[in-house]
Nanobody, 121 residues
Framework: QVQLVESGGGLVQPGGSLRLSCAAS????????MGWYRQAPGKQRELVAS???????NYADSVKGRFTISRDNAKNTVYLQMNSLKPEDTAVYYC???????????????WGQGTQVTVSP
């Protein structure tokens, strides 16, 4: 059984910062890529940022220069530092991990339950 537990969401004013965390736990053998997605009301879920096990990163154009993704492989945890937040960043943010569990030979995608981020005056 694998769980991805997110934390760090909340309400923040425009221009403010938040840091999201996502810890993966369970019978994990190895983790490939980890990432953050978001879904605003009435919109499709979109990739915000991703990071490989080697540390290579990828960002959506809308967050480049404002958000930073990082990970602690020893803790199976991924972070998203969000600065200069805008109202259009308001969404539910989901953690994603491509990982392999003990006893299985294939990698599989897992999702967290989501954490609300609201940017409003």
């Amino acid at each position: 059984q694998v769980q991805l537990v997110e934390s760090g969401g909340g309400l923040v004013q425009p221009g403010g910062s938040l840091r999201l965390s996502c810890a993966a736990s369970g019978s994990i053998f190895s983790i490939n890529a980890m990432g953050w997605y978001r879904q605003a009301p009435g919109k499709q879920r979109e990739l915000v940022a991703s990071i490989t096990s080697g540390g290579s990163t990828n960002y959506a154009d809308s967050v480049k220069g404002r958000f930073t993704i990082s990970r602690d492989n020893a803790k199976n945890t991924v972070y998203l530092q969000m600065n200069s937040l805008k109202p259009e960043d308001t969404a539910v943010y989901y953690c994603n991990a491509d990982l392999k569990t003990y006893g299985f030979t294939r990698y599989k995608e897992y999702w967290g339950q989501g954490t609300q981020v609201t940017v409003s005056p």
